[in-house]
């Protein structure tokens, strides 16, 4: 350790407002009672109002003094964070061993979790407070939708019939995906979910009685026992259907309550402006899954995977269907006489259940696996003059057909015979429940049909019959490989030399033509087998539960046609639209071109797709288009990877005007900054003129899915958030920036790739630094996901972005957000631009939000922690590479305080919900950063230490703790 002391970024709150002081004493009150369930276990007489040892670990026999000493420490860090403090710190994790290293790390994630649930019940709590009329907790967060509709008609002069057209046609779609697999164990979340819902009900202990009030107390310390006895350190790598199945527990557990309540909430809004309900039809939202879908570098996802996470998918819904078919049983028992049209189906299904027969003849009876699961109403006699209930039995059965189908063939089960045809297309389903919704309508019980039966309907439209909608995900050099291995065995050259003039007119030559291409029994290697496999999948399972087919690392408009050649090879009746992912800066610059190139091919014109998930609009010739934001910021750096992917949307909206189709933008943000996350509501607002047409696509990545989904209250908010920054996205975009503008921002990206390059990609050292001064080679051994780490072998080029930003983000430096920025900035400073640049943050809401969102990562941004983990880890002879960023980060810092005007970070009165969060964090993840750098030194000091396990365990605790800290893995 050298003699520089590290010294925190943070200070003592300079926003001592009421937020702060009850988010501090909600952190204590959590701490409290974790403590007082811990000292519980082991002394049997203390008790809560009796002990007054509170935020101390005495009493807990179980927790080694060298522990309690060093917990002891960080509180006295805590309140004062000096050199001295930080340094005893350092001193007491030497003398550690490493079971105590871990424990300690336990101790301090447990306490960053407990910050992290109570600001998020805080969010939820100012939300509501702000919905009932308290207008003193409005923020940044707090715009709903009556706050939108008030905005545009009396501020941008919109009509009450265009705010709901627009709305009629609106569809944001938010896809899942695996990685960064949220780095906590699923077994710890669940008990997180039923601790928040605590603390919410705990938010109401008024109206509790004192008994009630004592069992809720009790309740929340076994939630928080629970989760410090179980271990979080995954022992076995997740596979992809493990994520597959977390990804449907989410939407099970929280999305499927709140879809109704979202929509509820949007015909409320349009009531109060004296406008008429969405039609039932309407898809504001839905969703899909790139988790047992995404096969781009994963060995482990292959076709029958993706056959297994498909029935999986229809066996969930089918479940959640039959349960609600349950309830509704329940509610509409109903005495009368019904329209024609139920009449007419009460008909058919009894004259269906006299005449289904079995292979031999004989009248078949009903499955009694299927009677088991219906324990109300299992008779088939039923009141003749209850009509409603007599449908609902039947379309009950049918879903029960349907559970026992999907639940076989999830498990590789040949599918049963059922006397009832199980559902296969969500119109089926649908059709039935609407003809009782009509009816009720048309017999004068319209009331009814609004509540459950309603509800139901809208999550038939969102959901469909699997929940999700499976995107499949290969990257583009597989599909080159496999059309080259036919080509080559037909003897017509190889594909993969010729140029692309050449590609595309083969290929096109080859869709217009009416003969098969793929000889049946066609011989070569495992992966063309296995490419070939999955368009054969996909064709015997039909379209309906799929998304779209997206190509990764697409470079050309052969891409595209190659796997639009592969579709109708296998014979897929319904083509799955095929959406091309441009990722490197180069390939941003290059795709509207390329798409130029494409939407002049006559024959892929004539057969563009529309998207499947709006029914209820007439939708042009659609083209989707995927943008990567994470390879082009670790290609180009993250502000010259904005700026290409605002000039590629640009381009790519003037190209669908001039040719005349609906564009749907595809934004492949991650969670964390370095990768394009960050607040989506202030994002979507940013995007250029025209790119957000009612439409968007957006990734919601595993590290953040239970941040924004976790809780039905938290996927209310989350929903809310999309809809209304899509309409005002359609409604009222941004301005085209002028061309002064235009020129500085293209040559801030330039001198800022230029830097961020010379260090990252010239500088021969910056790899061993890289490697010396990060986690990187640990943070592979952890089982965190089931995706390698790298596509292939090589150095940083060759890295996944993920991977990547984690690794930065573990030291809290996070290179990659802001490397070269302070260059490029400081700059145009020294040319006398500042002016320009503080009126591009005022006026244009793309300029504001990059700076914005490089704020709240400075913020947190820990010089001295880095440094700490430099002074233990990186040699002596590449301090030069340190030096140069070091010194970046000086410039960057300096010269964004001065676009902004302010002497400290996230100072803005927008910012308060930025500030809250990290202030309940931040103590608690440097005492982890600490531990984390000793536990790399040992590690890397001895590779057969005796502790070897031990130590192993604890990096993996400090890796979860820095991480829950930061708000993101990578």
Not at 3 to 8: G, H, N, P, W, Y
Not at 10 to 18: N, T, Y
Request: charge should be negative; aromatic fraction near 8%; hydrophobic fraction near 35%.
């Amino acid at each position: 350790m050298t003699d520089k002391m590290v010294t925190a970024q943070r200070g003592k709150s300079s926003f001592a407002d009421r937020d702060y002081f009850i988010l501090s004493n909600d952190v204590k009150f959590l701490r409290n009672l974790f403590l007082q369930a811990i000292r519980g276990e082991e002394a049997e007489g203390t008790r809560r109002g009796k002990d007054r040892r509170e935020d101390t670990l005495e009493g807990i026999q179980s927790i080694p003094s060298e522990v309690r000493d060093l917990f002891k420490i960080s509180l006295l860090y805590e309140a004062e964070p000096t050199d001295k403090n930080f340094k005893a710190m350092h001193t007491r994790v030497l003398q550690m061993n490493a079971a105590d290293i871990k424990t300690s790390a336990r101790l301090f994630l447990e306490m960053l979790q407990h910050a992290n649930l109570v600001e998020r019940n805080h969010r939820v709590r100012r939300w509501r407070d702000y919905k009932r009329g308290d207008i003193s907790v409005k923020s940044s967060s707090s715009q709903t939708l009556q706050d939108t509709f008030k905005d545009l008609m009396q501020n941008k002069g919109m009509t009450k019939e265009q705010i709901r057209d627009a709305l009629l046609r609106q569809n944001t779609e938010l896809v899942f995906t695996a990685h960064p697999t949220q780095a906590a164990r699923r077994s710890i979340l669940t008990k997180q979910s039923e601790l928040s819902r605590l603390l919410e009900k705990h938010d109401c202990s008024s109206l509790l009685t004192p008994t009630q009030k004592t069992e809720l107390l009790t309740q929340i310390q076994a939630a928080l026992l629970g989760i410090w006895q179980t271990n979080p350190v995954r022992r076995h790598k997740p596979t992809p259907e493990d994520e597959a199945r977390y990804g449907l527990s989410v939407v099970e557990q929280s999305i499927w309550e709140a879809v109704p309540e979202h929509y509820h909430a949007v015909d409320y809004a349009l009531k109060e402006i004296g406008a008429d309900p969405l039609p039932i039809d309407c898809c504001l939202l839905t969703f899909a899954s790139w988790m047992g879908g995404d096969r781009d570098g994963n060995p482990y996802v292959t076709s029958s995977l993706t056959r297994r996470v498909v029935y999986l998918s229809q066996w969930r819904a089918a479940t959640l269907y039959w349960a609600e078919v349950g309830t509704l049983l329940w509610d509409l028992s109903i005495a009368g006489v019904p329209n024609a049209e139920v009449c007419e189906e009460i008909a058919r299904i009894y004259g269906h259940q006299n005449t289904k027969r079995d292979a031999t003849g004989q009248v078949m009876k009903k499955s009694s696996s299927m009677t088991a699961m219906n324990f109300d109403f299992y008779r088939p006699q039923l009141e003749s003059e209850e009509v409603y209930r007599q449908v609902l039995t039947h379309i009950r059965d049918r879903l029960a057909a349907t559970v026992r189908r999907a639940a076989a063939l999830s498990s590789d089960l040949p599918a049963p015979e059922d006397s009832l045809a199980p559902y296969t297309q969500t119109n089926e389903l649908a059709t039935d429940l609407l003809r009782i919704y009509k009816s009720l309508h048309e017999c004068g019980d319209g009331i009814l049909a609004e509540g459950r039966l309603k509800d139901l309907l809208v999550r038939v439209h969102t959901f469909g019959l699997s929940l999700t909608r499976l995107d499949i995900r290969q990257e583009s050099t597989r599909h080159t490989d496999a059309i080259d291995a036919v080509t080559s065995h037909l003897g017509l050259g190889s594909y993969r030399t010729w140029n692309e003039q050449t590609k595309v007119q083969w290929l096109t030559n080859e869709l217009h033509s009416k003969r098969p291409l793929i000889p049946k029994k066609f011989p070569c290697n495992q992966e063309v087998q296995e490419v070939l496999d999955v368009f054969k999948m996909i064709a015997e399972i039909g379209s309906e539960p799929f998304g779209a087919y997206v190509i990764s690392m697409a470079t050309s408009a052969s891409d595209v046609l190659a796997v639009r050649l592969l579709q109708k090879e296998a014979g897929i009746e319904e083509h799955l639209r095929v959406v091309p992912l441009f990722e490197t800066k180069a390939d941003l610059e290059n795709c509207p071109a390329c798409m130029d190139l494409l939407l002049n091919n006559s024959w892929y014109k004539a057969n563009l797709s529309s998207p499947p998930q709006v029914p209820n609009v007439g939708w042009q010739p659609h083209q989707e288009v995927m943008l990567g934001y994470s390879d082009s910021a670790k290609d180009a750096g993250r502000l010259a990877s904005v700026w290409c992917l605002h000039q590629a949307q640009e381009a790519l909206v003037e190209l669908s005007k001039k040719h005349q189709i609906k564009l749907n933008l595809f934004h492949g943000r991650g969670g964390s900054v370095g990768r394009g996350g960050g607040p989506q509501y202030l994002a979507t607002l940013s995007q250029p003129a025209g790119s957000v047409q009612g439409w968007m696509r957006v990734t919601v990545q595993g590290e953040v899915i239970d941040h924004y989904f976790g809780l039905s209250s938290i996927a209310s908010h989350t929903m809310e958030r999309y809809t209304t920054s899509v309409l005002m996205a359609t409604l009222d975009p941004p301005s085209s920036p002028s061309e002064d503008f235009r020129g500085l921002m293209g040559r801030l990206s330039e001198n800022s790739c230029d830097k961020y390059r010379s260090v990252v990609y010239e500088d021969p050292e910056f790899v061993e630094y890289f490697r010396a001064a990060t986690p990187d080679f640990e943070l592979k051994g952890l089982n965190l996901g089931s995706r390698p780490s790298k596509r292939k072998q090589g150095g940083i080029e060759s890295l996944r972005a993920i991977p990547w930003m984690f690794a930065w983000t573990q030291t809290r430096l996070q290179l990659p957000v802001w490397l070269g920025v302070g260059t490029a900035l400081s700059k145009e400073i020294e040319d006398g631009n500042l002016p320009t640049m503080q009126k591009m943050y005022a006026d244009w809401p793309f300029f504001r939000s990059t700076i914005e969102l490089l704020e709240m990562v400075l913020a947190k941004t820990n010089k001295g922690i880095s440094d700490y983990y430099e002074s233990l880890l990186v040699p002596e002879d590449l301090q030069g590479v340190s030096t140069k960023v070091w010194d970046e980060l000086e410039r960057t810092i300096t010269s964004i305080q001065k676009v902004t005007g302010r002497d400290e970070f996230l100072g803005g009165e927008g910012d308060k919900n930025s500030r809250l969060a990290i202030s309940s964090r931040v103590p608690l993840v440097d005492p982890l950063n600490v531990l984390q750098a000793n536990v790399l030194v040992r590690m890397r000091a001895d590779e057969d230490h005796p502790e070897k396990q031990e130590l192993r365990d604890a990096f993996a605790v400090t890796v979860q703790g820095v991480a829950a800290g930061m708000g993101w893995t990578g």
